[in-house]
């Protein structure tokens, strides 16, 4: 069975932030994304996002080891566990 292409694109994404590519991070979420993080608060827009991940300079990275992607035409869901590094 196909991969639902949600998922392709959210897996498409990871590996963009493995690889700290900022264009393809961009081409894979709308302009209204509302990022959720456990424990923080939520960010909205594609600006405010990438600003706070791929802006925050050189020396910032976030790196994801994807345990499962689950999704269907409404929602996706990616177990990950991500590391993000400032500074070494």
Request: glycine share 10%; hydrophobic share 40%.
């Amino acid at each position: 069975m196909a991969e639902h292409p949600n998922i392709t694109v959210v897996r498409e994404l990871m590996e963009a932030f493995n690889s700290g590519d900022e264009d393809r991070i961009k081409a894979r979420m709308a302009q209204d994304v509302t990022w959720h993080m456990i424990g923080g608060e939520n960010t909205e827009g594609l600006e405010a996002l990438t600003a706070s991940m791929v802006g925050a300079g050189d020396d910032f990275s976030i790196t994801t080891d994807v345990h499962d992607i689950v999704g269907n035409d409404e929602h996706v869901i990616a177990l990950v566990n991500a590391t993000a590094n400032v500074g070494g």
